[in-house]
């Protein structure tokens, strides 16, 4: 079985600039999270996605939005880069089974690299 | 708010000896508690979670994680330590009450294991 995939795997743009993220979950997994690392702030929760709806959002500017198509898969995109924005972005699938503390499964992630 | 806090940047621990990366956390409601493990360039990886139950969970490994309630700390223990052990080990908490994988993280342990 696949694993998480994300697209591209690495990116350089320049401030200003827009950018979209691409992530492929696991066949059959119908939850998609989002999250942003850096050194400086380690693991932040962007949002989630679920039946193409978002169903949980971070503390993140309206420059930075998602979402997901009918077969799971989720784009991210964040608008008007700033050099703030560079950073690894993971992608997580799960099958959102209703009641449980599921694990996630992490994608290998973009590195995003602002100049 | 929840909040998670992994008071060491970095453990050292020679091999074969036992190790323990500690966690605290905070949560309004019933904590449902993760470790995930991160590999150079790779994502995170799922070692073990506590939901409700025995305060020893077992996990991916070899490794386990105590919970205690009164102490809020959810540490990860590993009887003896291996050098394929070196990564970087992440402590997560997500509020029982809510629903989706909206996960808070902890800053990071940097494990090394020396020969």
């Known amino acids: 079985k696949a694993g998480v995939t994300q697209t591209p795997r690495y990116l350089i743009k320049t401030r200003g600039q827009q950018v979209t993220l691409s992530c492929s979950p696991i066949?059959?997994?119908?939850?998609v999270s989002w999250y942003q690392q850096t050194p400086g702030q380690g693991l932040q929760f962007l949002f989630e996605?679920?039946?193409?709806?978002?169903?949980n959002k971070g503390n993140f500017p309206g420059r930075f939005s998602g979402r997901q198509f009918s077969n799971s898969r989720s784009e991210m995109n964040v608008s008007t880069l700033e050099l703030g924005d560079s950073a690894l972005y993971l992608c997580?699938?799960?099958?959102?089974?209703?009641?449980?503390?599921?694990?996630?499964?992490f994608g290998s992630g973009t590195q995003l690299s602002v100049l | 708010a929840q909040s998670v806090a992994q008071p060491e940047d970095q453990v050292n621990v020679a091999e074969g000896n036992p190790l323990t990366v500690k966690c605290t956390y905070s949560?309004?409601?019933?904590?449902?508690l993760f470790w995930y493990v991160q590999y150079p360039n790779r994502g995170l990886q799922f070692l073990l979670k506590?939901?409700?139950?025995?305060?020893l969970v077992k996990g991916s490994y070899g490794f386990e994680a105590e919970f205690n309630k009164s102490q809020t700390s959810f540490h990860l223990k590993k009887p003896s330590a291996l050098v394929s052990d070196s990564a970087l080990y992440f402590c997560?908490?997500?509020?029982?009450?809510?629903?989706?994988?909206?996960?808070?993280f902890g800053g990071g342990t940097r494990l090394m294991v020396k020969p």
């Open positions: 997580a699938s799960s099958l959102n089974i209703q009641g449980t503390a599921e694990k996630l499964f």
């Open positions: 066949s059959g997994h119908r939850s």
């Open positions: 996605y679920f039946s193409e709806t978002q169903r």
């Open positions: 949560v309004s409601g019933n904590p449902y």
């Open positions: 506590y939901i409700t139950g025995d305060n």
């Open positions: 997560a908490v997500r509020d029982g009450g809510n629903a989706g994988n909206m996960l808070t």
